[in-house]
């Protein structure tokens, strides 16, 4: 019992001190993968787990089967580049985020406790999203310095920064219901998050769970499915959206999933996958608040077992834009000038004071969780017959949000864009 309480507290520590710091993922805010499955392009909900870590994450059913023990540390080196742009009526403006490196850690294992059944545990760095313009002076305007802060910061020289990370842990268990053919896997999950609105850093724990389901209906086809309940993550204090004073709290919960996927062997040493998956943004507290949609992801990927010690892969991943694009906008400087009425979660946005327009640079510039095509490539170099040693690169193409509206009657702009590379490596170990 000590042994267990120590990991959990390590892996705690690890969570504060690695979670994805202002790192911005990939669909919406969430990572496209942990383990293994990241050079795949995230696919690999139908598969056997090719590590705990990532195969715990995909589908707590792919561990049912496993012959021999798994454990994995795995690392991703995160590497966004964010751009922000302005023009608020003193000229077009743009700068770069300085939040450009940051570490993701995912760590597992998994056991077989009988031929049908399987326990495991996986802690990943699962989603994080953020930017740094401190100093930056993105607006280039000095019209609107008066303005009372926190929004003297958005709605002057939009200069401000924001993070918010999430560390899951998730334990698991597999039953094989048909032998070698179907299983059905629960993971039970804990939610460690952080979110800093410029105004200091706030957590909170949530919970969920995840049930998945894999039949393999051929030796040579196989297909998946997964569950995963929302998340309710309550911040208590982060920001002061009112403008009255007094901190207030914001609900920013983990939406609900649901994920599917088909593999294919053809020839020996040939794995052929794809997934789909729908991610309930929409119903989300929080998400809802700022317009995010519900997102429809699709994710392919290949892998092919060259020689006996080394296997490559390939992959693909799409899933548009949650953040929905609000052109149009009116707001006014000033309590009076314009409708500026948006409540998030029963507070009037900055007491209606230049309400909207705040708002609008909150989405589009302190969140721009916009990119949408994905390449992957990925390899495991195996040593001996119980170690293994995984490469995956990801780039995400650049994507941009462009935003136009009024302020004051006046016309003004503003804007995000990013890409995003990472490198990851594994270390895996059977016994």
Not at 78 to 106: K, Q
Not at 303 to 312: D, E, G, H, M, P
């Amino acid at each position: 019992m000590r042994q267990i309480r120590s990991f959990l507290s390590l892996s705690i520590l690890i969570a504060s001190l690695l979670a994805p710091a202002g790192a911005l993922a990939t669909n919406g805010d969430i990572l496209i993968g942990v383990g293994t499955e990241r050079g795949m392009g995230g696919a690999g909900i139908a598969n056997m787990a090719q590590d705990a870590a990532g195969g715990i994450r995909l589908n707590p059913a792919s561990i049912a089967g496993l012959e021999k023990n798994r454990v994995d540390a795995i690392g991703t080196l995160f590497i966004p580049s964010v751009d922000a742009r302005a023009n608020l009526g003193a000229g077009a403006t743009s700068d770069s985020s300085s939040a450009n490196y940051f570490i993701v850690p995912a760590f597992g294992f998994a056991v077989p406790i009988s031929d049908r059944i399987a326990v495991g545990f996986s802690g990943y760095g699962i989603s994080g999203m953020g930017v740094d313009y401190l100093n930056k002076n993105v607006g280039n305007t000095a019209a609107f310095g008066g303005m009372p802060a926190p929004y003297s910061n958005f709605v002057g020289a939009l200069d401000f920064k924001t993070t918010k990370q999430l560390f899951q842990f998730a334990p698991a268990a597999a039953f094989e219901i048909v032998k070698d053919r179907f299983s059905i896997g629960v993971s039970p999950m804990i939610n460690y998050g952080t979110l800093d609105l410029g105004q200091g850093m706030q957590q909170t724990i949530g919970f969920g769970g995840k049930v998945g389901l894999r039949w393999q209906i051929f030796d040579w086809i196989a297909v998946g499915a997964v569950y995963k309940t929302p998340s309710r993550m309550k911040y208590s204090r982060v920001f002061d959206f009112d403008g009255d004073g007094t901190m207030d709290n914001l609900r920013l919960d983990q939406p609900q999933e649901v994920g599917w996927g088909v593999s294919l062997m053809p020839i020996e040493g040939l794995l052929i996958c794809a997934d789909g998956k729908w991610i309930n943004w929409g119903a989300a507290d929080g998400y809802d608040d700022f317009r995010w949609e519900d997102q429809y992801v699709a994710a392919f990927g290949v892998q092919y077992a060259v020689l006996k010690w080394l296997t490559i892969r390939g992959g693909y991943n799409y899933g548009a834009s949650p953040i929905r694009n609000d052109s149009g906008f009116a707001s006014g400087t000033s309590i009076g000038t314009g409708p500026d009425n948006l409540r998030i979660q029963g507070n009037l946005m900055n007491g209606g004071e230049a309400g909207v327009f705040a708002y609008e640079a909150f989405r589009t510039l302190g969140f721009p969780a916009i990119v949408e095509h994905h390449l992957t490539l990925g390899a495991t170099v195996s040593f001996k017959e119980h170690y293994a040693i995984s490469l995956a690169y990801m780039h995400a193409f650049e994507a941009s949000l462009n935003e136009t509206g009024t302020l004051d009657g006046q016309p003004v702009s503003m804007g995000s864009s990013l890409a995003e590379d990472t490198v990851t490596i594994g270390f895996h170990f059977e016994f």
